[in-house]
């Protein structure tokens, strides 16, 4: 009788083991899934910040870094999950070259927009890594606790604020 009792106690035990697992790897997609929206919203925002500050400082940029800027935020916009990291990368080097003479309010908008693209990401790799290492562990793995569901891919962009678009100290 005791070895039934503590047989059941086991199985009951294990069994709230993978319930708590599976809920764990429920809640970690739903991070991740979220983590990735706001990370898309704010690789759109600073898109149309670069866009609004192409169109607004047209002058100080020439037309040629103009409508260089107005092609890297329009396919900023319409890249699409295979390309994204790549289209991302070239908006960021084109930061990186932006010419001083810009309106300061276009640029502030535009390094606020940069801060943000780079806490999302922060964000988004950290839900990534956490969603990793739960789903690799071995119950994940023997149950199919996530599963058909690819793991998740992290996002690797360079996301740092370029000098120019840097606010002053106030």
């Given at each position: 009788?005791?070895?039934?009792?503590?047989?059941?106690?086991?199985?009951?035990?294990?069994?709230?083991?993978?319930?708590?697992?599976?809920?764990?790897?429920?809640?970690?997609?739903?991070?991740?899934?979220?983590?990735?929206?706001?990370?898309?919203?704010?690789?759109?925002?600073?898109?149309?910040?670069?866009?609004?500050?192409?169109?607004?400082?047209?002058?100080?940029?020439?037309?040629?870094?103009?409508?260089?800027?107005?092609?890297?935020?329009?396919?900023?916009?319409?890249?699409?999950?295979?390309?994204?990291?790549?289209?991302?990368?070239?908006?960021?080097?084109?930061?990186?070259?932006?010419?001083?003479?810009?309106?300061?309010?276009?640029?502030?908008?535009?390094?606020?927009?940069?801060?943000?693209?780079?806490?999302?990401?922060?964000?988004?790799?950290?839900?990534?890594?956490?969603?990793?290492?739960?789903?690799?562990?071995?119950?994940?793995?023997?149950?199919?606790?996530?599963?058909?569901?690819?793991?998740?891919?992290?996002?690797?962009?360079?996301?740092t604020v370029p000098v120019v678009a840097r606010p002053a100290p106030r």
């Open positions: 009788m005791e070895v039934i009792l503590a047989a059941v106690a086991v199985t009951v035990v294990l069994l709230a083991w993978v319930s708590w697992t599976a809920s764990r790897v429920d809640r970690l997609r739903d991070r991740t899934a979220h983590a990735r929206s706001s990370l898309d919203a704010q690789l759109v925002r600073r898109a149309a910040a670069l866009q609004a500050l192409a169109s607004q400082s047209g002058a100080a940029l020439g037309p040629q870094g103009e409508q260089r800027l107005l092609l890297l935020a329009a396919a900023s916009l319409d890249a699409d999950a295979s390309t994204r990291e790549a289209v991302e990368n070239d908006l960021s080097r084109a930061l990186r070259d932006l010419p001083p003479g810009a309106d300061p309010a276009l640029l502030d908008d535009l390094a606020d927009a940069a801060r943000r693209v780079a806490l999302a990401r922060r964000f988004y790799n950290d839900a990534v890594r956490d969603t990793v290492s739960l789903r690799r562990g071995r119950v994940p793995r023997l149950f199919r606790l996530g599963g058909r569901q690819p793991l998740p891919a992290f996002f690797e962009i360079d996301d």
